[in-house]
C-alpha cells in the first residue's frame, strides 16, 4: 500500500520586502510578492527524500490561502510532489491559528494521510506551533522540529535538537512531523520539473466541501483578536566612528558610559 | 483575585529565568499558581514562592521525560481543571509553544505567542508582539476561552514578591495519546559555561565577516570579559563555524538583551528579526555600507580582528 504524504506548505509575503498589515490588521499581501515560505520548503525536500526510500509513495501539497496560494503549490509540484489541494473561501480572511488549523485538518482527512509533513513555522506568523495543533486535532503522534527523519515499516523516527538536549524520537505513522532548517537543503525545481508541474492536477476544495461552517473560521471565528499594529519607531542615529587605531578602545569607552562595564 | 496559572520550566528542580519572569507578568493579571513538572518539581517551590507563587502544584511520572510534550499537556489540562485561572502563562521555549497550543486546542481557548510584553485589560490580558522581523509592534488579546500566552525571554524583571508557595500534588491521569511519541533517547547538551543565549543579558555575535570556526576564539573572548552569551548569524553558522544552537535571527534564536555587539554581520533582514528589540545595539564592520549600522547606538567601521581583541583587553584592564 501506498504511503499517503500530506505536505502542509503557506503563501507567504516575501520577508525581504517591505511588510506591513491591512486596515483590517490582518497581514497585507496586496503590496508585497507572495512566495512559498522558505522554511516550508524543507518539508517539502524530506517529503521528496522519505518518498524516494519508499517502494511506493505519493505526496500531495496542501495549503489554505488566496487565489495567489496556488503559486506555493506550483512550486512545490515542481519540486517534485505529486498533486496539490488548494482550500480557498473568501469567507477564510483573517484566520488565525486556530482557524486555520481546524481547516488543514479536515482537509488532510479528506485528502487521506499517513504522514503529514510541516515545516517549523511560517516565515510570516512565526508562531511555530501549527504542527502541535495539527496532531492534537487529528488525535496522531506528533514528531516536532526535527533535523533528521526517516520512515520505515510504519515508524517514523527523527532527531529533535532542543535547547537543553538532543532527543531521539519514534512514533507510529500516522503522524504529524516537523523539520527545521537543518534537516538539509532543498533542491532547486528542474526545468523538467517546472513543465511537469504544469500537468499535475490541483483540486480546489471550498468550506462547504470540508463541512465547515462560515462562523468558524475567518477574523469572527478566530480566537484571538488583533486590536493596533504600530510601526516601530526608527532607531535614533547612533555614533558611527572610523577605526583610526583606537576603535576598540572608543567603543569601551561608550560601553563603560552606558554602564556595560 | 483571580488566579493565573504559570507553567514552570526548570532542570531539575532549578527554576530558568524566563518562567520567574512571567510570574512578575502574572502578578499584575492575578495571583500566581505555578505548575511544575517531572523529576525535582516539588524543588522548583521555595525560588516560585520567593516570586510570588501563591500555590506550587507538582506531579512526577516517568512519563514525563520519556514521552514528548503530550504527558506534560495532559498534566496541564489537569491544573487548569482544578483552577479555572484566569490565563495560563508559558515559556515561549520550543516544547513550552508546544504544550501551550495543545492546551489550547483542549480547553477550546485561543492562543498568542513570543509576547513581549503583558498587561490587564477590561477584556483580559493585552500582549504585545513584534511582528514582521520586529519592524512592527501588535497588541493582541485572546477573544474565546481561557486565554493562554506564551512569553519571550527578558520580557519583564524578575522580582522579589514573597508568597506562600505551598505544594499541593497535582493529581494527573494521563490520555491514550500520551504515550504515542517515544523519547528513545537523550543526549544532554555540553555546556559552555556561558549563560543562555536567549536569557542572557549582553550577547556577542559573529557572522560572515569571523571568516572561520577558528576565528570564534575571538568573538568567545570578548564575550567572556563581559560575562555574555555568544551569537552567530545564519551565515556563519551555514559555513560550519558555530553551532546551531547558538544561531541568532529568523530560523534561529530571537534574543531582546541589555546590549547586543554584531561583529562581522551585514545586518541582513533574516538577522535583524532575532535581534531587533535589543535595548543597545552595537557593531563593528568594515563595510561602512552595511545595514546593521541603520540600527546602532554606536558603530565602529573597521577590521574586527583589529577591533575586538583591542575592546577586549580594554575591558579586562578597566574590570582589573
Known amino acids: 500500500m501506498s504511503l499517503r504524504i500530506v505536505v502542509c506548505v503557506k503563501y507567504v509575503p516575501d520577508a525581504t520586502g517591505d511588510r506591513h498589515f491591512a486596515d483590517d490588521l490582518t497581514v497585507d499581501r496586496d503590496d508585497v510578492d507572495g512566495l512559498l515560505s522558505e522554511l516550508d520548503e524543507y518539508a517539502v525536500e524530506q517529503a521528496l527524500q522519505i518518498a524516494e526510500e519508499a517502494d511506493d509513495a505519493e505526496i500531495t501539497v496542501l495549503t489554505v490561502g488566496p487565489e495567489d496560494a496556488k503559486d506555493a503549490l506550483r512550486k512545490a509540484l515542481s519540486m517534485g510532489a505529486d498533486k496539490a489541494v488548494h482550500v480557498e473561501d473568501d469567507d477564510l480572511h483573517g484566520s488565525d491559528v486556530m482557524a486555520t488549523s481546524l481547516v488543514l485538518a479536515k482537509a488532510v482527512e479528506k485528502t487521506g494521510y499517513d504522514l503529514v509533513i510541516c515545516g517549523m513555522a511560517s516565515t510570516d506568523g512565526t508562531m511555530g506551533v501549527l504542527p502541535a495543533i495539527l496532531a492534537e486535532r487529528l488525535g496522531v503522534p506528533q514528531v516536532t522540529l526535527l533535523s533528521e527523519v526517516s520512515v520505515e515499516d510504519g515508524t517514523v523516527k527523527g532527531r529533535r535538537d532542543g535547547d537543553t538536549a538532543s532527543e531521539q524520537l519514534e512514533a507510529s505513522l500516522p503522524a504529524v512531523v516537523s523539520v527545521t532548517d537543518q534537516s538539509g537543503e532543498a533542491r532547486y525545481p528542474s526545468f523538467k520539473g517546472i513543465m511537469a508541474a504544469k500537468k499535475k492536477p490541483v483540486e480546489s476544495l471550498e468550506l462547504d466541501d470540508l463541512d465547515i461552517d462560515a462562523d468558524e473560521v475567518g477574523l469572527e471565528g478566530s480566537w484571538t483578536k488583533v486590536d493596533s499594529a504600530a510601526e516601530r519607531p526608527a532607531r535614533t542615529a547612533g555614533t558611527i566612528v572610523k577605526d583610526e587605531g583606537e576603535g576598540g578602545k572608543q567603543l569601551a569607552e561608550f560601553l563603560a558610559s552606558q554602564k556595560f562595564i | 483575585m483571580a488566579e493565573v496559572l504559570v507553567y514552570v520550566d526548570h532542570v531539575d528542580g532549578a527554576v530558568r529565568k524566563p518562567t520567574l519572569e512571567l510570574l512578575t507578568l502574572a502578578r499584575r493579571i492575578g495571583e500566581p499558581v505555578a505548575v511544575a513538572l517531572g523529576a525535582g518539581a516539588e524543588a522548583t517551590a521555595a525560588t516560585l514562592a520567593e516570586h510570588g507563587a501563591v500555590k506550587v502544584l507538582t506531579a512526577d511520572a516517568p512519563e514525563f521525560a520519556d514521552y514528548l510534550v503530550v504527558p506534560k499537556v495532559d498534566a496541564l489540562q489537569a491544573a487548569h481543571e482544578a483552577v479555572s485561572p484566569a490565563a495560563v502563562l508559558v515559556p515561549s521555549s520550543a516544547e513550552g509553544k508546544e ?178 528589540t535589543s535595548k543597545t545595539i552595537v557593531a563593528i564592520n568594515k563595510d561602512a555600507e552595511a545595514p546593521i549600522f541603520d540600527l546602532v547606538d554606536y558603530g565602529v567601521v573597521g577590521d574586527l580582528f583589529q577591533v575586538v581583541p583591542q575592546l577586549t583587553e580594554e575591558i579586562k584592564s578597566r574590570k582589573g
Open chain 2, 99 to 276: 504544550i501551550a497550543a495543545r492546551l489550547a486546542v483542549r480547553i477550546g481557548s485561543g492562543i498568542i505567542t513570543d509576547a513581549v510584553d503583558l498587561e490587564a485589560g477590561d477584556e483580559g490580558p493585552v500582549a504585545t508582539q513584534s511582528a514582521f522581523a520586529a519592524s512592527f509592534t501588535t497588541k493582541s488579546r485572546v477573544s474565546k476561552g481561557t486565554p493562554v500566552i506564551t512569553v519571550k525571554p527578558n520580557s519583564a524583571p524578575v522580582e522579589a514578591a514573597p508568597a506562600a508557595g505551598a505544594v499541593e500534588a497535582l493529581s494527573v491521569s494521563f490520555s491514550e495519546k500520551a504515550t504515542g511519541t517515544k523519547v528513545v533517547s537523550r543526549t544532554p547538551r555540553e555546556s559552555t559555561g556561558r549563560p543562555e543565549l536567549t536569557e542572557a543579558a549582553i550577547v556577542v555575535s559573529g557572522g560572515r565577516g569571523v571568516n572561520g570556526a577558528e576565528n570564534f576564539s575571538i568573538i568567545e573572548d570578548l564575550a567572556d570579559s563581559l560575562g555574555a552569551a555568544v551569537g552567530a548569524s545564519r551565515a556563519a553558522v551555514d559555513a560550519g563555524w558555530y553551532p546551531h544552537t547558538n544561531q541568532v535571527g529568523q530560523t534561529g534564536k530571537s534574543v531582546s538583551p541589555q546590549l547586543y555587539i554584531a561583529s562581522g554581520i551585514s545586518g541582513a533582514i533574516q538577522h535583524r528579526a532575532g535581534m531587533q
